[in-house]
C-alpha cells in the first residue's frame, strides 16, 4: 500500500520502494513509560508517599521493521535519515504523527537484491505539542472509574484478571530482623505489620467507532493518567478509593480496520493498598 509512511512528507513506499512491515501498530501506539518519582518508604506508615506534582515522560524506543526491493533503495531511504537528527514519521493509517531520531540499524539481511532491516527509532519528546481532547465514546459500564471519570468515557474495559489483581495482598514491610550466630533462628520485631505498594498491570480493551476517535480517546487516557497529583481508582463492588500512579504500558494487538480497537495493559503502582 502506498502511503503507509511518509517521512518530512515524503512517501517512503512510492519514493524508494521501502516497505513498513506489520506489527508497527503496537510500537507506535505503546505509551512511554512514566519517569521514576521520588518516593519515601516510611517503615511506619502503609505504602509509600509519592512526589508527583509533575509527572513527566521517559523518551520512547521504537523498534520498526522494513523491506527494500533494492540496495539503493534502502541507501537513499537512510540517506534521508540521517540528514538532520529528528524527522516527522507519519503513519496515515493511524492518523499518527511523531517526531523520531534513528539511533541505529539492526537485524539486516539480504535475499538478492531485497533487504529487511529494522530501524531503532527514538521519541525523545513524547507529548510535545500535545493538545487535549476530552474523550466522548462509551463502552459497557463495569463500575470502574479514574478520579471522577468513568472508564467508559473512553471506550476503555478493564478485561478478566483486574479484580484478582486489585484484590491480591500487598506484601508486609520487613520488619527488624535480628540474627545472632550463636542463637537458632531470627528475633522479628512483629508488634506492627505495613504494608507495602502494589505494583499491578491491568488487561484493556479500547474501542471506538471510528479510528480517529480511538486515537482521541487513546491519546486523552495517557494525558489524563499523568496529570499531575495522584489518580484515584474506584474499584467495581470496594468500600474505597486506591490512589495510584501509572509507570508503563504494553500493546498486544491492535486493529483499526473496523473502526478501532486495541488490546493493551497498564501498569500502575497502588500507593496506599
Request: charge should be negative; aromatic fraction near 10%; glycine fraction near 8%.
Amino acid at each position: 500500500m502506498s502511503g503507509i509512511l511518509n517521512i518530512d512528507g515524503i512517501d517512503v513506499q512510492v519514493t524508494y520502494g521501502v516497505y513498513l512491515l506489520e506489527g508497527y501498530c503496537s510500537e507506535v501506539l505503546r505509551y512511554p513509560s512514566l519517569k521514576q518519582p521520588e518516593i519515601n518508604d516510611w517503615h511506619e506508615e502503609d505504602g509509600i508517599e509519592v512526589d508527583l506534582v509533575n509527572p513527566t515522560l521517559e523518551a520512547k524506543e521504537l523498534s520498526l521493521s522494513f523491506f527494500a526491493k533494492s540496495k539503493s533503495g534502502m541507501h537513499d531511504f537512510i540517506g534521508i535519515l540521517t540528514t538532520g537528527s529528528v524527522h516527522q514519521f507519519s503513519f496515515t493509517e493511524l492518523g499518527v504523527t511523531l517526531s523520531l531520531r534513528v539511533s541505529g540499524v539492526a537485524n539486516t539481511s539480504i535475499v538478492g537484491q531485497t533487504i529487511n532491516f529494522e530501524l531503532q527509532l527514538s521519541e525523545d519528546l513524547p507529548g510535545k505539542d500535545y493538545i487535549y481532547l476530552a474523550p466522548t465514546s462509551s463502552a459497557q459500564d463495569e463500575g470502574y472509574k479514574i478520579d471522577a471519570l468513568n472508564i467508559a468515557k473512553y471506550g476503555l474495559i478493564f478485561l478478566q484478571g483486574t479484580q484478582a489483581a486489585i484484590a491480591k495482598p500487598a506484601a508486609p514491610k520487613q520488619n527488624l530482623t535480628v540474627n545472632l550466630k550463636g542463637k537458632s533462628g531470627v528475633s522479628y520485631d512483629g508488634a506492627t505489620v505495613k504494608l507495602q505498594s502494589k505494583e499491578i498491570a491491568i488487561p484493556c480493551l479500547m474501542r471506538a467507532s471510528t479510528g480517529s476517535q480511538f486515537i482521541i480517546n487513546y491519546k486523552a487516557l495517557l494525558y489524563d493518567l499523568i496529570r499531575s497529583g495522584a489518580r484515584s481508582l474506584t474499584v467495581l463492588g470496594a468500600d474505597r478509593v486506591l490512589p495510584f500512579y501509572y509507570k508503563s504500558s504494553n500493546v498486544d494487538y491492535i486493529d483499526l480496520t473496523a473502526g478501532g480497537w486495541c488490546k493493551f495493559s497498564l501498569t500502575i503502582v497502588i500507593i496506599k493498598p
